[in-house]
Structures are given as structure tokens and as C-alpha cells.
């Protein structure tokens, strides 16, 4: 158990919905990262919050958005949904803001879209 | 643009044998490499990291790796291999812009 915890662990929703998915990260740890794993493109970073800024911006769709709270949660928003976007969803947390940092990903969320 | 090319989808050894897993990648400079594992249904957990200085990087779960810039790769090692290594091994990269690329992923599949 990395101490990251994720939201619900499956979601099953129509194209053109929106859900959105939570990330409590471990205590502690002030950045959080948001990562895709899909067959078609593999593991790719989306965004990365450091003490409730944006850090960095991987590849994520406009329909895509992401926050970080005053508690250091994090909340990914996917709105629009498509086919394609049916993927696992990590969530991410490191102590410090640096990508180099270590990351201890949480079990994911199942997004499904049909 | 920074990439990653783990060459092999799938291996196969018989417990205690040798593990070698191959990761190339393609950076202008030396980037920050990274070996992380995932076991099915979970997310992904850092084996180790190569910033700087000594090439082979001792990792958890008795791994290696040798980060060799002349070949642009990062091979992760294991001298004995258990069942419980079964899992999914990603190879990532991180250059200047501080954002992670991954590999595809090499499947490990252990044999009694």
C-alpha cells in the first residue's frame, strides 16, 4: 500500500459524459501527478500539482482539467468523454515538486466509456 | 523530444535464472533514467533511479541497472529471478522539461 488513494476504482459512463476522479495523496506529500495508462498509447503523463499550483503539463486533452485543494487532494476532470478515453488513471504523489522526485502511485481508477 | 524504446513486450525466464531487460532511449544530454514495476491490478512502484555519477545503480528487490551513454541505454538486472517478479517493467526518461516519457512496457513471465 503506497499510502495514495484513488476514487472510485471503476467508473462506467456513455460517451459524451463527465466524471471526475479523486486523489488523496500520501500525508505529507505536496505534489500530485496525473498519468493515463492506455493499451492504444501506453503510460503517459497528463499534469503534475505542487501546494495547489500547476507544475507541469504532459499531454492532456482540453477536455481534460485538473485541480489541486488547500488539503492537497486532487481532482481530475474528463468531460466530453469519448471512446478513447475509456484508460487506467493514476494518481501520483511525491513530497517535494521536482519530477525526479520519487512517485508512489495509487491502484488507479478503471475509467470505462461505452 | 525525449523517447523510450523497451525492445521486448515479453520475456520469459525459469525461476532463478538471470533477467535482463533492455531500455534504449533517445535525449540530446544525459537525462534522468528510471526503472519502475507494476504487479497486475496495481499502480507503478520506483525499482530505481539514474541521475548522475556511478552508472550501475543499485535498486529495491535486488535490481540493477547500468546506465551506458555510449549506447543510450539503461538495462535493469537481476542475477536470480523469483516467481514474485512476475509483473510489468517500465523503463522511463526525463529531460529538460521535467516530463516524464515511458516505454511501453516488457512483460516478465516467470516459469517454476
Known amino acids: 500500500d503506497s499510502g495514495v488513494t484513488q476514487t472510485p476504482k471503476h467508473l462506467i459512463t456513455a460517451t459524451g459524459q463527465r466524471v471526475t476522479l479523486r486523489c488523496s495523496p500520501r500525508s505529507g506529500d505536496l505534489s500530485v501527478y496525473w498519468y493515463q495508462q492506455s493499451l492504444d498509447q501506453g503510460l503517459q503523463f497528463l499534469i503534475q500539482?505542487?501546494?495547489?499550483?500547476?507544475?507541469a503539463k504532459g499531454n492532456i486533452l482540453e477536455r481534460f482539467s485538473a485541480q489541486q485543494f488547500p488539503d492537497l487532494h486532487s481532482e481530475l476532470n474528463l468531460s466530453s468523454l469519448e471512446l478513447g478515453d475509456s484508460a487506467l488513471y493514476f494518481c501520483a504523489s511525491s513530497v517535494a515538486g521536482g519530477v525526479i522526485d520519487e512517485q508512489f502511485f495509487g491502484p488507479g481508477t478503471r475509467l470505462t466509456v461505452l | 523530444a525525449q523517447s523510450v524504446t523497451q525492445p521486448d513486450i515479453h520475456i520469459t525466464v525459469s525461476e532463478g535464472a538471470s533477467l535482463e531487460l533492455r531500455c534504449n532511449y533517445s535525449y540530446g544530454a544525459t537525462p534522468y533514467l528510471f526503472w519502475y514495476v507494476q504487479s497486475p491490478g496495481q499502480g507503478l512502484q520506483l525499482l530505481l533511479k539514474?541521475?548522475?555519477?556511478?552508472?550501475l545503480v543499485q535498486g529495491i528487490k535486488g535490481f540493477e541497472a547500468e546506465f551506458k551513454r555510449s549506447q543510450s541505454s539503461f538495462n535493469l538486472r537481476k542475477p536470480s529471478v523469483h516467481w514474485s517478479d512476475a509483473a510489468e517493467y517500465f523503463c522511463?526518461?526525463?529531460?529538460?522539461?521535467?516530463?516524464?516519457?515511458f516505454g511501453r512496457g516488457t512483460s516478465l513471465i516467470v516459469h517454476p
Open positions: 500539482y505542487y501546494n495547489g499550483e500547476e507544475r
Open positions: 539514474y541521475f548522475s555519477g556511478d552508472t
Open positions: 522511463a526518461v526525463v529531460g529538460g522539461s521535467y516530463i516524464p516519457t
